[in-house]
């Protein structure tokens, strides 16, 4: 089992920034992938970015790349997972989730595939 809590929303102006984290617990959490996803209202969950189970690697959507930055903290059973967002935009507007699931090359969608999720953390960019 993995537990997932999200922390760090708010408002934010556009342009501005926000760090979001996840905390990622439990015995096995240092096999998992972590992951951010997004839903603003009306919408569908988006994937925007994950990070390997040791933070080797990264991959990002088009639509933050070069704006959001993943990383992940490993510690015995609890690891920190960030996601630092600048230059926000409107369109950033969303509950943002992080999950836990396996590494994949491909891809991850809007996230069917992930094995644990948070409970989400609202960001509000306005002015």
């Known amino acids: 089992q993995v537990q997932l809590v999200e922390s760090g929303g708010g408002l934010a102006q556009p342009g501005g920034l926000l760090r979001l984290s996840c905390a990622a617990s439990?015995?096995?959490?240092?096999?998992?992938?972590i992951a951010w996803f997004r839903q603003a209202p009306g919408k569908e969950r988006e994937f925007v970015a994950v990070?390997?189970?040791?933070?080797?690697?990264?991959?990002?959507a088009d639509s933050v790349k070069g704006r959001f930055t993943i990383s992940r903290d490993i510690a015995k059973n609890t690891d920190t997972v960030y996601l630092q967002m600048n230059s926000l935009k409107a369109e950033d507007t969303a509950v943002y989730y992080c999950?836990?699931?396996?590494?994949?090359?491909?891809?991850?969608?809007?996230?069917?595939?992930?094995?644990?999720w948070g409970k989400g953390a609202l960001v509000t960019v306005s002015s």
């Open positions: 439990g015995r096995t959490v240092s096999n998992y992938a």
């Open positions: 999950a836990a699931g396996t590494w994949s090359d491909y891809g991850y969608g809007s996230g069917d595939g992930m094995d644990y």
């Open positions: 990070i390997s189970w040791n933070g080797g690697a990264t991959m990002y």
